[in-house]
Nanobody, 125 residues
Framework: QVHLVESGGGLVQPGGSLRLSCAAS????????IAWFRQAPGKVRERISC????????YYADSVKGRFTASRDDHKNTVYLQMNSLKPEDTAIYYC??????????????????WGQGTQVTVSS
């Protein structure tokens, strides 16, 4: 069974940076994709980035393009989301998700059946 654990959230000032981690266990493939989502209070959950472990292909939503960068460490089965130039509107709970059957569309998991518990990111002065 695939299990995801996010970490790295916290409080940061506008313009600052954070790096989130998503550690995956129970993975039995070297080709899978991880999606990053966020959900702010009163708003729908938004997919902001994906990364495919095989080849490292990535996807970014317009809201984070140029500021956030996804990367992976295949040896650790961990993906990262480097978040720079953070804005107050980036405040949200951030989640990672994957398809436990390893189905992929582009650089994103086809089905989102495995989720982490989320990590809070707060951007405030």
């Amino acid at each position: 069974q695939v299990h995801l654990v996010e970490s790295g959230g916290g409080l940061v000032q506008p313009g600052g940076s954070l790096r989130l981690s998503c550690a995956a266990s129970g993975i039995t493939s070297d080709d899978y994709a991880i999606a990053w989502f966020r959900q702010a209070p009163g708003k729908v959950r938004e997919r902001i980035s994906c990364i495919r472990t095989y080849g490292g292909r990535t996807y970014y939503a317009d809201s984070v393009k140029g500021r956030f960068t996804a990367s992976r460490d295949d040896h650790k089965n961990t993906v990262y989301l480097q978040m720079n130039s953070l804005k107050p509107e980036d405040t949200a709970i951030y989640y990672c998700s994957t398809d436990p059957r390893y189905n992929i569309v582009g650089s994103c998991p086809a089905q989102l059946d495995s989720w982490g518990q989320g990590t809070q990111v707060t951007v405030s002065s």
